[in-house]
């Protein structure tokens, strides 16, 4: 590791002298693209963050944002509203390296960024990206990954419930591994990484510090190289979920009482990255001795202590006062605890058995780094060349493609439903989870261990005046994904339709959104065309969360994902929220009776081609501009959210990978299938054009979804369902037939091919 020419000359003449060596690590993971956001800070002032529901935008380790308030059952209102946390992140290049330690410290990173809000963890969503998957190389990426993150999510009792999967060429060299997770907390118990005040204690809890993850902050901001897999390795951390568990636990608990003024994970940079920034938000400094570091491995050296990312460790502020009892709890749930400094109103300062090797300002160390003036180009439009495929073909070929087909495979790995909250899970448009006080949760479980359940018992003991000990009523629902086919083809406009999509998903369900985070992954931003369409995918996501009056409050940017294979596609992650009355939703599949009909724009007419960015386009190699976006997506998402609700409303399912075809046969069951007719000059591309913002509506009025969209979207009766469990689509001059058993053998490829 070295810090570069450029920002050793600052670094000199900020400090009027050489810096040491753990001073020059410290600064080269710190001004790393990883985290200081070098090439894409300029780029993300165009999110708009704020909105009355916003209560803590970026900057922090996690969003929080107010839900709506709700009625009770009892009728009571509530007067402090409930939080909850938002936050996403990368393990990208970790999981190519070791996948199943990769992805499993994903995980682990964003649950305690959670912690530190003082919130607790309620849901997870997981959104993935590898190469081709008929490829040995991906299969053996993609199973690893899904394992660790299974692994760890089943061990920690936060259940995954929402997320996606998709396969590109591009992902081969290096595949994208986006986790996002939810808290619940309240005004009372928030916590933020700001540092309080000088005379403060610093004290490091969790797991004993080893040599695992030394600059994993500079190896993420680098390309992968050929011998990525073995040479990087040690840059890769090593996760322990039942320690995870613990920190939950004790952290909940710490939080409870009042102990915490700040607190902030250890996670890129370790030690050295979470002490600096929580002071230098304050423009404070610290005094730390590094040999006070309780730690896992014989003669480590300062610098190795400073930036080990070991897991499982969060640093917090505490006063004098109350150490003595932050330490008896952390005993309690077996975990280590340090004292290991103080906050002060000077330099960051850390020794080591008497020697200063670190001493610098702060806020210098964490927000010097000089951005990047990079140069960009545009991306070329497609050329129209569209493939002259037999329509049952293309249909059977679509319907059973990896990124279409069921992803039952990987999320029946996950527990979804651990803390009973979880009332529509994975496989649907979007996930809702039930909205209650956390401790409920908590003191239900029966495998805790016995420092978890004496500490879960004396927390149900002590009285609570919050008045959060109920359920709220409330349901919150989450969609994540991107769409590598869209953004590859279109950056600006397939990013405004990935967060169209999301809205869609979530309207579906009948919530309507609430707040977003991002995770904005792009190649080597040094070349101009993948720093094009990086800035493609910010514009036209921040411009479509805009339009929906979604407020993006915080993110990741996961740059430096280029490989001998090539650039990966630009790649915009967004997690959705919305909230609704009540955890009930409309389902997805049909009932045996009641008319369907399309909300949004059927087919095309001729010469209208826009199978830009489709499943169908990249099954038979043709090419083709995107699809326009509906004119008022943001009346669409409304108004589909109202429909949803409705008692005449019995099944609703989004439009858009795969298009209309996919979205008619995951709809049928072994109990219910579909007659539809469907007129267009254009039958294969009625069927396949992606366009989001449409919906597939089974209804009891058709009138009165007519009434509702009037104006904002058209809809378009297309049949009816039956009790005979197939699905026929006339389309044309054509017929298309296929029944229930034979959809699901379709829809199985990834389950068939693993297994």
């Not at 004292?339 to 010097?368: M, S």
Request: glycine share 10%; aromatic share 6%; charged share 25%.
């Amino acid at each position: 590791m070295s810090l570069a020419d450029s920002d050793r000359e600052l670094v000199v003449s900020e400090l009027g002298r050489e810096p040491t060596r753990a001073e020059a690590v410290l600064f080269e993971n710190l001004w790393s693209e990883h985290c200081a956001y070098r090439s894409s800070r300029p780029l993300l002032s165009a999110f708009d963050s704020e909105g009355e529901q916003v209560v803590i935008g970026p900057g922090d380790d996690a969003a929080v944002v107010a839900l709506p308030s709700a009625d009770a059952d009892d009728g009571h209102v509530d007067d402090e509203r409930t939080y909850i946390t938002l936050g996403i992140e990368s393990h990208n290049h970790p999981s190519y390296v070791d996948p199943v330690d990769g992805a499993a410290t994903g995980v682990g990173g964003i649950v305690r960024d959670t912690l530190s809000m003082g919130a607790y963890p309620i849901a997870l969503a997981d959104s993935l990206y590898f190469g081709e998957f008929d490829d040995d190389h991906s299969q053996y990426l993609f199973e690893g990954v899904v394992e660790g993150i299974s692994h760890y999510g089943n061990c920690i009792g936060v259940p995954t419930v929402a997320g996606s999967v998709d396969f590109h060429p591009d992902y081969e060299g290096n595949p994208l591994v986006n986790v996002a997770c939810v808290g619940l907390t309240n005004e009372e118990r928030l916590v933020t990484a700001v540092a309080q005040k000088p005379g403060n204690k610093l004290v490091l809890v969790g797991n004993a510090t080893g040599r695992d993850g030394l600059g994993g902050a500079s190896f993420a901001s680098e390309d992968l190289a050929e011998d990525a897999e073995t040479a990087d390795r040690p840059a890769v951390q090593v996760g322990d979920p039942y320690a995870e568990k613990l920190l939950i636990e004790a952290n909940e608990q710490l939080v409870d009482e009042g102990l915490i003024e700040s607190a902030r994970d250890l996670g890129a940079a370790g030690l050295g990255g979470a002490s600096s920034e929580m002071v230098a938000k304050a423009d404070l400094g610290a005094r730390i001795e590094l040999e006070r570091v309780h730690q896992r491995e014989p003669n480590m050296s300062a610098l190795e202590i400073l930036l080990a990312e070991s897991q499982e460790r969060m640093c917090y502020e505490v006063e004098p006062e109350n150490v003595d009892r932050v330490r008896e709890i952390v005993e309690r749930f077996d975990l280590g605890c340090s004292v290991i400094g103080e906050v002060t109103a000077e330099n960051y300062v850390c020794t080591f058995d008497g020697e200063t090797v670190v001493d610098v300002d702060a806020y210098f160390l964490g927000e010097g780094a000089p951005m990047n003036d990079l140069a960009s180009e545009d991306p070329e439009d497609p050329e129209t060349d569209l493939p002259d495929a037999d329509l049952e073909a293309a249909f059977d070929a679509i319907v059973s493609s990896p990124n279409t087909a069921s992803k039952r495979w990987v999320y029946r790995q996950y527990d979804h439903e651990v803390g009973v909250r979880t009332s529509v899970g994975p496989g649907d448009d979007a996930a809702i989870v039930a909205v209650r006080e956390a401790s409920a949760e908590r003191g239900s479980a029966d495998n805790s261990s016995s420092a978890e359940r004496s500490s879960a018992d004396s927390r149900a003991a002590k009285p609570r005046d919050d008045g959060d000990s109920r359920e709220s009523g409330q349901g919150l629902a989450l969609s994540s994904g991107a769409a590598p086919n869209w953004t590859d083809v279109a950056p600006y406009e397939g990013a405004r339709a990935v967060a169209l999509e999301n809205a869609t998903n979530i309207a579906a369900k009948g919530a309507t959104p609430l707040a977003a985070v991002d995770c904005l992954n792009g190649g080597n931003p040094e070349k101009p065309d993948v720093y094009g369409g990086f800035t493609g995918i910010v514009d036209g996501l921040a411009e479509m969360c805009e339009t929906l009056s979604t407020p993006v409050v915080g993110g990741n940017v996961s740059l430096y994902n280029d490989s001998v294979a090539g650039p990966i596609p630009p790649t915009p992650t967004l997690a959705m929220v919305g909230s609704k009355e009540g955890y009930d939703a409309p389902p997805l599949s049909v009932e045996s009776d009641g008319a369907l009909v399309l909300v949004g724009d059927l087919g095309l007419e001729e010469g209208d081609s826009r199978l830009g960015g489709s499943e169908y386009l990249a099954q038979f190699d043709g090419s083709d501009r995107f699809p326009a976006l509906p004119a008022d997506p943001a009346d669409l998402v409304e108004t589909l959210a109202a429909v949803a609700d409705d008692d005449a409303t019995l099944a609703v399912h989004d439009v858009s990978h795969g298009g209309l075809a996919v979205a008619l046969a995951e709809m049928v069951t072994e109990d219910a299938g579909l007659d539809v007719s469907i007129s267009s000059d254009d039958p294969a591309g009625a069927l396949f054009h992606e366009q989001p913002g449409r919906a597939l509506i089974q209804t009891e009025s058709v009138a009165a979804v007519r009434e509702a969209f009037d104006g904002v979207a058209p809809v378009v009766e297309l049949g009816a369902a039956t009790d005979d469990a197939t699905l026929t689509i006339d389309i044309g001059e054509q017929t298309i037939e296929t029944d229930a058993a034979a959809i699901r053998e379709r829809r199985a490829t990834i389950e068939r091919e693993l297994e």
